[in-house]
């Protein structure tokens, strides 16, 4: 057990993994950086350093710097995939999908049902997302919302740098493909992370705070917002609940619907716009599959249905805080009988 | 090239099987015993066999939505194909793909493809696959004149350039990208483009199996060796519409009459070996009869087997969840 960041326990489960499968390797722009160039090689390792040192541990020959060319490296990554690799790989900003969207969705999230289930396609695709690094509209959006949609794909959002270095290795493990999304705010955050491999697996949620009076449902670094909400309404007289359900796909939704039959009352946190989006969809479960425990109207916090700012006097009034947070739990809670 | 009496015999027997799969779909089509879209590679089949008759199993191919031929040249069962076209529970993909995504991945067809462009990404990566393990396979794009006009087809014309992928990149130019002429979609040339990511470019005269076999051979052992990627460009036709059901108004009055009399890959073929002797129109049509029974097995198998039903819908879409 160590102190370590987010992105030192994402590097360090990428690493574990390349180093018991040689079949896993990594792809992506920047990944090692400098290539070709003529200073430094292994210069970046990502644009963020996630993937820095792993080119010299394991050679170019494992981690490939692409060209900037998204369509054809993530359809590389899937054709890998098919053919018998473990890529990882890894599409800088989640807003850049709009460019590759054809070889994720069509092809990748596809071929296993489409052969007719003789295909198996084991391909992560990295991706950085949200808001708060005053990168504005085209760096800086959630977009989890739309892979959860894609039949075929698993989405996961690790909200610690625990849950990021045992979703990965599960990721690298699982037959099918996985969008892995990494919030850029939280890369520098700590937290006791074990040395050794260890996997969480997909579609069971993990209880930040457990009380009686409300549950909030919240997705990756929203999770910290609401246990910071959690915490506050504590000190208040209120105890509530707090689910990360790790992966949107697939789902924990028992998990989910047992809290909301023992508190009655539901707020979903989600840093996504509000239409279509993950907090509608988890208002949808449970609003189907448990009106009768429901004692309030759910309430969802989630970003407005802008695009995301640049001024940081803007965007810091975008993102959901644990104020918001609060004040809906407080909403759904007020008059409460029990 | 010396070619041996059963390579031509099994390269003839490929093409007709392509020929007469196809005849047979345009029928059945029009008998409203298939659903869906389907396009006919009836006219293009030197293209498929001239490649694919060199390629085994550690080769993958990559196909377009005009796959049939791909699928069979690249020794796909012929039977499971038909069923998949009848969208038939056992079918090639269990009738969930269908004649667009016909798929073998054991047999190194890593698909047709709905998506116009959406194969070219897909082989680089078989072909850093090949590359990586050291198989010494290769990994050829097949595309049409419509594909190689899409951003997916150039960034992997470079991408293979760049990580010296073992790839031939096939632009099976058939002169129409749906009903739009290639002449006038197409900038520049496929060959200017070639030279332009660096890689060596061939034009193919598609009607011509042997001039097809010689071409791929010269970019497959290029491949093999390590001297990266390489593109054909293959001119040829087809004998049918964009889709079944189109009507073809876009085409010169006569023109596909005029192609099955004077561009015809099977008769061009059959000329060829029988003039030099290599094999007689006895043996010739022997095949053509074997294939012509294959083909109504495979119908009568198609029209025979059972229907996929609501436990199969949910099916195959997970490994594990």
């Known amino acids: 057990m160590s102190k370590k960041s987010y992105r030192e326990a994402i590097r360090d489960a990428i690493a574990s993994e390349m180093r018991r499968d040689p079949r896993v390797i990594v792809m992506g722009e920047d990944n090692a950086g400098g290539a070709g160039a003529p200073g430094e090689t292994d210069a970046w390792g990502g644009v963020l350093g996630v993937t820095k040192g792993l080119q010299p541990e394991f050679g170019a020959d494992r981690v490939l710097d692409t060209p900037i060319s998204e369509s054809a490296f993530i359809g590389a990554a899937a054709g890998a995939a098919a053919t018998g690799l473990r890529p990882v790989a890894e599409l800088m900003f989640v807003d850049f999908m709009g460019v590759c969207f054809d070889q994720i969705f069509n092809q990748a999230a596809k071929f296993r049902y489409m052969f007719g289930g003789r295909a198996v396609t084991p391909l992560v695709i990295r991706t950085m997302y949200g808001a708060g690094f005053r990168a504005a509209s085209q760096h800086s959006q959630c977009l989890y919302p739309l892979f959860t949609h894609i039949p075929g794909l698993k989405v996961v959002l690790p909200s610690s740098p625990y849950d990021a270095k045992g979703l990965m290795i599960q990721a690298i493990r699982d037959d099918d493909p996985v969008i892995f999304f990494e919030h850029k705010v939280m890369y520098d955050e700590t937290a006791e992370v074990p040395d050794e491999s260890y996997t969480i697996p997909f579609g069971e949620a993990n209880l930040t705070r457990e009380g009686r009076d409300a549950t909030i449902v919240a997705f990756g670094r929203m999770v910290n917002f609401a246990n910071q909400a959690a915490d506050e309404l504590k000190r208040e007289g209120l105890s509530v609940t707090v689910i990360d359900p790790r992966t949107t796909s697939p789902l924990d939704a028992e998990t989910i619907l047992d809290s909301v039959a023992e508190t009655g009352r539901l707020v979903v946190v989600d840093e996504s716009h509000p239409r279509c989006s993950m907090a509608a969809d988890i208002a949808r479960l449970v609003a189907e599959e448990a009106f009768d425990h429901l004692k309030a109207p759910i309430r969802t916090v989630t970003a407005p249905h802008t695009p995301v700012p640049f001024s940081p006097a803007l965007e810091d009034i975008y993102i959901p805080t644990p104020k918001k947070i609060r004040d809906a739990v407080l909403a759904v809670t007020r008059g409460r009988s029990s | ?321």
Request: hydrophobic share 40%; aromatic share 8%; glycine share 14%.
């Open chain 2, 1 to 321: 090239m010396q070619h041996s009496r059963q390579f031509l015999l099994d390269s003839y027997r490929s093409m007709a099987t392509i020929r007469r799969f196809e005849d047979r779909v345009h029928d059945e089509f029009s008998g409203g015993k298939i659903p869906g879209f389907v396009h006919l590679y009836a006219g293009e089949e030197a293209s498929a066999v001239g490649v694919c008759s060199q390629l085994g199993v550690r080769d993958v191919i990559a196909s377009t939505h005009r796959g049939h031929g791909h699928c069979i040249a690249k020794g796909c069962d012929v039977v499971s194909m038909m069923k998949e076209i009848y969208g038939r529970r056992d079918g090639l993909c269990g009738g969930k793909g269908g004649s667009m995504h016909i798929a073998d991945i054991a047999k190194g067809m890593l698909g047709a493809n709905g998506i116009v462009g959406g194969g070219p990404p897909l082989i680089c990566g078989a072909a850093l696959t090949a590359k990586y393990l050291k198989t010494g396979g290769v990994a050829v794009a097949f595309v049409g004149d419509g594909g190689s006009n899409q951003g997916t087809t150039l960034e992997s014309y470079n991408l293979a350039k760049v990580w010296q992928l073992p790839v031939i990149f096939v632009v099976e130019d058939n002169g129409y990208a749906e009903s739009t002429a290639s002449a006038w979609s197409v900038g520049g040339s496929q060959l200017g483009r070639a030279a332009g990511f660096g890689m060596p470019g061939i034009e193919v005269d598609g009607f011509d199996f042997f001039a097809v076999y010689d071409a791929a051979r010269e970019a497959i052992e290029r491949a093999r060796e390590g001297g990266g990627p390489s593109l054909m460009h293959v001119q040829l036709s087809r004998y049918y519409g964009h889709f079944e059901g189109d009507a073809m108004t876009y085409r010169a009055p006569g023109e596909v009459a005029k192609l099955r009399e004077e561009k015809d890959s099977l008769k061009i073929f059959r000329k060829q070996v029988t003039s030099a002797g290599l094999l007689d129109h006895g043996e010739i049509d022997a095949v053509g009869d074997e294939v012509a029974k294959l083909i109504d097995e495979a119908v009568a198998a198609a029209e025979a087997a059972a229907m996929p039903g609501e436990v199969d819908l949910a099916t195959d879409v997970y490994l594990r969840y």
